[in-house]
């Protein structure tokens, strides 16, 4: 399952970088009278798995706070990714590192069902990252110690962990193969394309740096890409907005079918 950039770009260097102010302590689905069931193995969603064993288990439940967050509000802090797991249930969010020059490095793009912070649960002393939410959404978090205790006993909350741990692996070697094999041209198109789905007017609103963050290159090689891109007629740019002219041109420059 490859990781989707899909968003409506926050511009970083606004005042965006916020914590989301709707966050409460409440279960993240609302629980019913426990049933009898049994684990589906073709579930494919984590959200779906844990939401199910939320409603079967009132204690699963309330042990997740359900924050919900805006375009560009900040979704964890470092310190918080450091100690709890975070499961996207709805929307865009954006895993990225600091540079000691003040640059952003992007991570991870994780959609609904995506996992971040299982370095907390792992043991494991993983890299700093923040989280920046692409899109209007919500994430359900939980403690890492509560996480191992649940995954002790739960054998369905340890199976939807482990789905949402697969789904990072694979968005990562995705993300790796691309990286070594795939010219910034096609991938640069590729991201475009993404990006514009479900956007009006096939219109992305992203800076250059903000690409080229995504990317994991230079804002340079953006920007001469681009001009490469609106020279063959690909695109039209104006201030922080690019709108998709020929998207089939686009979807051969990135080797898509």
């Given amino acids: 399952m490859r990781s989707s950039w899909k968003a409506s770009m926050p511009d970083w260097r606004n005042n965006c970088n916020r914590m989301g102010d709707e966050e409460v302590s409440r279960p993240a689905v609302e629980p019913t009278t426990p049933r009898r069931e049994n684990m589906n193995l073709t579930e494919k969603s984590a959200t779906a798995i844990f939401g199910r064993l939320a409603q079967r288990n009132r204690s699963v439940g309330e042990s997740f706070t359900v924050r919900t967050f805006r375009a560009g509000e900040a979704v964890g802090t470092t310190e918080e990714i450091a100690k709890s797991l975070f499961l996207v249930a709805s929307g865009r969010v954006q895993l990225y590192r600091s540079t000691r ?6 991570v991870a793009t ?12 792992l043991g494991g002393q993983g890299p700093n990252a923040s989280a920046i939410a692409l899109e209007a959404g919500t994430v359900w978090i939980m403690p890492s110690q509560r996480v191992l205790e649940l995954s002790s006993h739960e054998a369905m909350f340890t199976f939807g962990l482990m789905q949402a741990m697969g789904q990072r692996v694979v968005e990562a070697e995705n993300r790796l193969e691309q990286m070594a094999y795939s010219t910034i041209s096609s991938r640069l198109a590729a991201l475009l394309l993404e990006l514009a789905d479900g956007a009006p007017k096939g219109m992305v609103r992203a800076t250059h740096q903000e ?3 995504m990317l994991g290159t230079w804002r340079e090689t953006i920007s001469k890409t681009l001009q490469d891109f609106r020279r ?8 922080c907005a690019i709108t998709l002219v020929d998207k089939e041109g686009l979807r051969q420059e990135a080797g898509l079918p």
């Fill in 211 to 213: 690409l080229a963050d």
């Fill in 110 to 121: 994780l959609g609904p069902g995506s996992i971040f912070g299982e370095d907390s649960v």
């Fill in 101 to 106: 020059d003040l640059r952003r490095f992007v």
């Fill in 232 to 239: 063959r007629g690909l695109l039209t740019s104006g201030r």
